[in-house]
């Protein structure tokens, strides 16, 4: 009886089997490989020699944002369908591999920052889990941009969000970061709760998962389903809204930067926001650009609420005698959301969407550098000075030259004021992309919304240079510590001297 049976099973098994492109997906997966390497070696590493356990993770990080190098030839997807070959769940084009390198780098430079602030907390953080859920979230991270199924989609974005929640809460006996980490959680799951019944509708109305199927199907949707699929699409987008801290989803992220120890507040500041603005664009300019007449709107709205409150609740601060660094950070970070969703909502209007994407991946890229760079000045100062107030950053300079102008020089490019010429060419993209898409209002909220920063980045920049009040602190530099200033510092001087080297993104298709 099983004889006659094996002629038929051949044929079906081999309709179903995917080829695997293993040096397409080597970066997320080598990263998440190290990642159970070091949970692994934490059971037989002496307490003493703990610290290796973070150079590993740090080595292989970088090992995993090198092998982005072999793959820049040309476009590649893996785990495509057999009859299919334009619907695949993972592409690496250079969509992906951009992204994937402002992720990786993001998790590379927060890892030296973790190096140096396990070494001054180990007794209040376990290493080796600290480093397998940072590892595993930057492997979700990674994977995210490569998705082109709803399915992979949303795995890989809670691979990358559930190790934060446990990363912003793991400091034992600190109530503010469990604090935290319970609000990040609440508001993670409520996202990703929101998300999933988007897709389910979508996937309900198209009958795939798959991203370029989708846009091809939704546009036929029979009369009787197209409510259901403007509730998808709604549900999806608001889903993704949370994971980009735009408003009125922001309400977690000042609370959860200040609670989280500082190299995941800056972890989160950077590859948090890409997770969100990649999965974004994906969902919105890949699976449903026949809808751009729904998310245009709603993007240019939330961008114009989310650039206004961030900026004038990092200018309240101001109000406040102990005002926190790490604070103002984040409400400048919900401020350069706003502007990061800005080309996002320009797609709907032109004819040429990946043009407005690319003035986002290049804001994006310029914005990771500096705000990583500014995060970590922010950790070396709250070494000697735990509550890290803004008012402790007075007189840096006469202590610290070299770590004050650095500062200095992230924050104007945070501001968009020379000598920081990357921040200045990358708003001026971004204003570009809505001018040109005819989105005229939100280019003048923009400008003054640019404004309104100047005062909080320059009141900030000044102070580093007045003169110390009572007896200034010395701030030694560790050698994890000088390797992210140093990275950032290069990277950020760099693209100032040479701009075209991220602005080309914003002139060349992405997709």
Not at 25 to 38: H, N, S, Y
Not at 429 to 458: C, E, K, P, R
């Amino acid at each position: 009886m099983s004889s006659p049976a094996q002629p038929l099973a051949q044929p079906l098994a081999e309709s179903v089997v995917q080829s695997v492109d293993w040096l397409a997906i080597a970066p997320p997966t080598l990263t998440a490989v190290v990642g159970l390497a070091v949970l692994v070696a934490d059971l037989f590493v002496p307490d003493a020699k703990k610290a290796v356990l973070g150079w590993i993770s740090v080595a292989g990080l970088a090992a995993s944002a090198l092998l982005l190098l072999p793959i820049l030839d040309g476009d590649r997807s893996t785990f495509c369908l057999p009859t299919r070959q334009d619907a695949c769940s993972y592409t690496a084009d250079r969509f992906t591999l951009v992204i994937q390198l402002l992720v990786l780098g993001g998790a590379l430079l927060a890892a030296l920052l973790s190096v140096t602030a396990l070494k001054d907390a180990r007794k209040d953080m376990p290493e080796g889990e600290y480093w397998f859920l940072l590892l595993s979230s930057a492997a979700g991270a990674a994977l995210l941009p490569a998705s082109r199924d709803l399915a992979t989609l949303i795995v890989a974005l809670e691979v990358a969000s559930l190790p934060a929640f446990a990363l912003v809460g793991l400091r034992h006996g600190d109530k503010r970061s469990s604090e935290a980490a319970l609000k990040f959680f609440l508001s993670s799951v409520t996202a990703t709760a929101v998300s999933l019944m988007g897709v389910s509708f979508l996937y309900a109305t198209t009958g795939t998962l798959y991203l370029t199927q989708i846009a091809d199907r939704i546009q036929h949707v029979d009369g009787q389903l197209h409510t259901l699929a403007q509730t998808g699409v709604v549900l999806t987008l608001v889903g993704f809204a949370f994971k980009t801290a735009a408003v009125p989803f922001h309400f977690w992220v000042p609370d959860t930067y200040v609670g989280a120890p500082l190299p995941i507040a800056a972890y989160l500041s950077v590859v948090g926001k890409a997770v969100g603005f990649s999965g974004l664009i994906l969902v919105t300019v890949v699976a449903l650009p026949s809808y751009a007449d729904a998310w245009g709107p709603a993007l240019a709205v939330l961008a114009a609420l989310t650039m206004t409150v961030g900026n004038v609740g990092a200018l309240r601060q101001q109000a406040t005698r102990a005002y926190s660094a790490v604070r103002l950070l984040a409400w400048s970070s919900v401020g350069q959301a706003g502007y990061l969703l800005v080309p996002i909502a320009a797609a709907a209007y032109t004819d040429d969407p990946a043009h407005s994407i690319g003035s986002t991946v290049a804001y994006a890229l310029m914005y990771g550098a500096v705000n990583l760079g500014a995060f970590a000045v922010a950790a070396l100062v709250g070494r000697t000075r735990a509550s890290n107030r803004v008012a402790d950053y007075r007189g840096l300079y006469a202590t610290n030259p070299f770590t004050a102008l650095l500062l200095a020089f992230f924050l104007l490019c945070l501001a968009g004021l020379p000598p920081g010429i990357i921040g200045l060419f990358a708003k001026v993209t971004v204003f570009s992309a809505a001018v040109d898409a005819g989105l005229g209002w939100l280019a003048v909220i923009m400008a003054v919304n640019v404004v309104i920063a100047l005062f909080y980045y320059l009141q900030w920049t000044a102070l580093l240079f007045r003169a110390p009040e009572g007896e200034p602190a010395r701030h030694r530099l560790p050698a994890p510590l000088t390797a992210a200033l140093a990275l950032t510092a290069v990277v950020a001087v760099a693209l100032s001297g040479a701009p075209q080297l991220v602005l080309h993104f914003a002139d060349t298709a992405l997709f």
